[in-house]
């Protein structure tokens, strides 16, 4: 007989395999907290599992990523993640991101209503009140060395990073060529994992 996880429906099978390919010293535990989900009504247990998978990649990214050296954090100081405009992760963010670290460093997660004091951002996970406002906002961090990420979820802006769900597993695409531009280099570990790549020019 097939455990509870194998009978889980399609939308609660969040990106495990990418996920585990991602080394790190602790684990995510998403499987778990899928699993758990379970005794709760199907789309709440599946808004809560996908967000639960993306809260985990995103600062697992920045493990993945070369910014350029004026933008490298001050001696001791921490990479910055930050959630500009609306935060539907919550806690599940900054529980995520204790758990990781670039080069050798932390990661702190702030908040931002709005673009204002998001100078010191290193990873910005973008999302406006409409589609509107979150191509507003990724155009105004265009000229910054700032890996965006953005959500489907949320309409089709799309950042360097762009979380979408296939086949009820989240994925993402990677603009490489974007990256590229602003001086940050992505992994080709990274590259590999993504559904799509739109790739820099030689």
Same mark, same amino acid.
């Given at each position: 007989?097939?455990?509870? =996880?194998?009978?889980?429906?399609?939308?609660?099978?969040?990106?495990?395999?990418?996920?585990?390919?991602?080394? !790190?010293?602790?684990?995510?535990?998403?499987?778990?907290?899928?699993?758990?989900?379970?005794?709760?009504?199907?789309?709440?247990?599946?808004?809560?599992?996908?967000?639960?998978?993306?809260?985990?990649?995103?600062?697992?990214?920045?493990?993945?990523?070369?910014?350029?050296?004026?933008?490298?954090?001050?001696?001791?100081?921490?990479?910055?993640?930050?959630?500009?405009?609306?935060?539907?992760?919550?806690?599940?963010?900054? =529980?995520?991101?204790?758990?990781?670290?670039?080069?050798?460093?932390?990661?702190?997660?702030?908040?931002?209503?709005?673009?204002?004091? !998001?100078?010191?951002?290193?990873?910005?996970?973008? =999302?406006?009140?409409?589609?509107?406002?979150?191509?507003?906002?990724?155009?105004?961090?265009?000229?910054?060395?700032?890996?965006?990420?953005?959500?489907?979820?949320?309409?089709?802006?799309?950042?360097?990073?762009?979380? !979408?769900?296939?086949?009820? =597993?989240?994925?993402?695409?990677?603009?490489?060529?974007?990256?590229?531009?602003?001086?940050?280099?992505?992994?080709?570990?990274?590259?590999?994992?993504?559904?799509?790549?739109?790739?820099?020019?030689?």
């Amino acid at each position: 007989m097939r455990n509870a =996880r194998d009978r889980r429906p399609a939308c609660l099978r969040v990106r495990e395999g990418i996920l585990s390919s991602l080394p !790190t010293g602790r684990a995510l535990g998403v499987p778990l907290l899928a699993a758990a989900l379970l005794a709760t009504p199907a789309p709440a247990a599946a808004q809560a599992s996908e967000l639960a998978a993306k809260a985990a990649f995103i600062p697992r990214f920045g493990r993945y990523v070369s910014w350029p050296g004026a933008a490298q954090p001050g001696p001791r100081q921490p990479y910055v993640l930050c959630v500009v405009g609306r935060d539907p992760f919550g806690r599940s963010l900054d =529980r995520a991101a204790a758990r990781q670290q670039i080069d050798g460093r932390g990661i702190v997660v702030q908040r931002f209503a709005s673009l204002e004091g !998001t100078q010191g951002c290193h990873i910005a996970y973008v =999302r406006g009140a409409t589609a509107p406002d979150t191509e507003r906002m990724l155009l105004a961090l265009r000229e910054r060395p700032v890996l965006t990420v953005t959500d489907s979820r949320a309409g089709p802006p799309r950042g360097i990073i762009h979380f !979408t769900v296939a086949a009820g =597993r989240v994925r993402f695409f990677i603009d490489e060529a974007e990256a590229s531009a602003r001086g940050i280099a992505i992994s080709s570990r990274l590259l590999a994992l993504a559904l799509g790549v739109r790739q820099r020019r030689p």
